[in-house]
């Protein structure tokens, strides 16, 4: 299963972007890149997901680079409900399972 | 909008009795999965159910656990023995046919052995 590594913690003032990396050196042609949160112990909550393009929703944009080795979630305007742990997963095609690690934890700061 | 939903919301149990943890999935969804989450640790893949079947296990679930799904909403995970180390929080998720890949995660029952 392909690794991903992102940074423990990061902080963001309110109103700002969020920007959160991950990296994923051995990702395959055939796996995609999700991104979930938790938020203090609540379940994981799903935000996005790519391939190889771009991908933006009501939530965030994924930025995918073009060598696929690593990805960036936006969150463009940060508030404080967006304080939570931010997961970069990848899932292997013949699996539905979710290997979670341990994230990112994001504090927005007003 | 649609949410998964788990009862109940805590469990406190003696060691060596069963438990049953209940979920309604979204109703539309035929994916349906088990996660824990043991306090200040990962959240681990438990079980994943399909067609009346279980589709995938991790090594976690052995034979003390086992799941259901009863009747056309309920989704239950039984744990037949518990031990101390199965004090977690236990998260339901379901998706759907078309975006099986998007798991929705219902808010997690928190079992506690004692």
């Known amino acids: 299963d392909a690794k991903t590594t992102q940074p423990p913690s990061m902080d963001c003032a309110e109103g700002r972007a969020a920007n959160l990396p991950c990296n994923h050196s051995?990702?395959?042609?055939?796996?995609?890149v999700y991104w979930y949160r938790q938020i203090h112990s609540q379940g994981p909550q799903y935000i996005i997901h790519?391939?190889?393009n771009n991908e933006t929703n009501e939530m965030a944009s994924l930025i995918i680079t073009e060598d696929r080795k690593s990805s960036t979630l936006i969150l463009p305007h940060a508030t404080l409900r967006d304080t939570a742990v931010y997961y970069c997963?990848?899932?292997?095609?013949?699996?539905?399972?979710?290997?979670f690690g341990t994230g990112t934890r994001l504090q927005v700061f007003p | 909008e649609p949410e998964v939903t788990q009862t109940p919301s805590h469990q406190v149990t003696q060691m060596g009795q069963e438990v049953i943890l209940r979920c309604v999935p979204i109703?539309?969804?035929?994916?349906f999965y088990w996660y824990r989450q043991i306090l200040g640790q990962k959240v681990e893949f438990l079980v994943s159910?399909?067609?009346?079947?279980?589709?995938?296990k991790s090594e976690i679930f052995d034979d003390q656990f086992s799941v259901e799904r009863p009747d056309g909403s309920n989704f239950t995970l039984k744990i037949r023995s518990t031990k101390l180390e199965d004090s977690a929080m236990y998260f339901c998720?379901?998706?759907?046919?078309?975006?099986?890949?998007?798991?929705?995660f219902g808010p997690g029952t928190r079992l506690l052995v004692l």
């Open positions: 109703s539309n969804h035929l994916y």
């Open positions: 790519g391939l190889k």
């Open positions: 051995t990702i395959s042609g055939n796996e995609y």
């Open positions: 998720a379901s998706s759907a046919e078309e975006s099986k890949e998007t798991q929705y």
């Open positions: 997963i990848v899932r292997p095609y013949n699996t539905d399972k979710l290997i």
């Open positions: 159910f399909y067609n009346n079947e279980i589709s995938e």
